[in-house]
């Protein structure tokens, strides 16, 4: 069963526009969200995670256990941010600690 | 290490061919990773270490692959007999093995089958 989904594989705003990339769950405990970035040429590297309640690079994200969602936001959307973004789950599964990612969103901002 | 690295970064070899490809991850991290990314696709999950063995190998798409980790640190993935199917770049995790704390990836290797 897909654990993590993301329904938009593709997602374009003008620059200065707010942005959403959508991130839902599927578990029964309480899991630990996270969203992972991949800028072009680069590897994928850790954007921000539930448990700190950080906002980076004016992105944020609020896990909502009613909507079982965890989308990401941010409010005037940058040239900078064109890049790939995972959504994900850490959990305990029967076979320990593990980790599941959604299939990603490739972001455009349009200048 | 500082960082997760794998080796090589880049490997074009000839279908049929055996490939290792190899992983070093953070140093005191119990868990790893293995990941496959392919064009226009997201991660495919392949396998997860912790420590040596591997609890989770649900994602290996067929016998043809492998992996093993030795001394809680250096994995290896084996494809055998590459096919066109298999090119991809594949990517390697690591982290502390309790949840939070999130991973750290490598570079990944990108493999090429002609």
Not at chain 2, 8 to 13: I, W
Not at chain 2, 35 to 43: C, D, I, N, P
Request: hydrophobic share 30%; with cysteine.
């Amino acid at each position: 069963a897909q654990r993590v989904t993301q329904p938009e594989k593709l997602l374009s705003v003008f620059k200065g526009a707010p942005v959403e990339l959508k991130c839902n769950y599927s578990y029964s405990g309480s899991p630990e969200l996270f969203w992972y970035v991949q800028y072009s040429r680069q590897r994928l590297q850790l954007l921000l995670r539930h448990i700190s309640r950080e906002s980076i690079k004016g992105f944020t994200a609020d896990l909502n256990k009613g909507e079982t969602s965890f989308h990401l936001k941010k409010p005037f959307a940058q040239e900078e941010d064109s890049a790939m973004y995972y959504c994900a789950l850490s959990g305990i599964m029967n076979t320990g600690n593990q980790f599941y990612f959604g299939t990603g969103t490739s972001l455009t901002v349009i200048p | 290490g500082a960082g997760v690295s794998q080796s090589p970064s880049n490997k074009v070899t000839e279908k049929g061919k055996d490939v290792e490809l190899r992983c070093d991850p953070i140093s005191g991290h119990t868990a790893l990773y293995w990941y496959r990314q392919s064009l226009g696709q997201g991660l495919e999950f392949l396998i997860y270490f912790q420590g040596n063995s591997a609890p989770d190998k649900s994602g290996l798409p067929s016998d043809r692959f492998s992996a093993e980790r030795t001394g809680g640190s250096v994995s290896t993935l084996t494809i055998q007999r590459t096919q066109q199917e298999d090119s991809a770049v594949y990517l390697c995790a690591s982290s502390l093995g309790r949840g939070g704390y999130g991973y750290t990836f490598g570079s990944g290797t990108r493999l090429t089958v002609v």
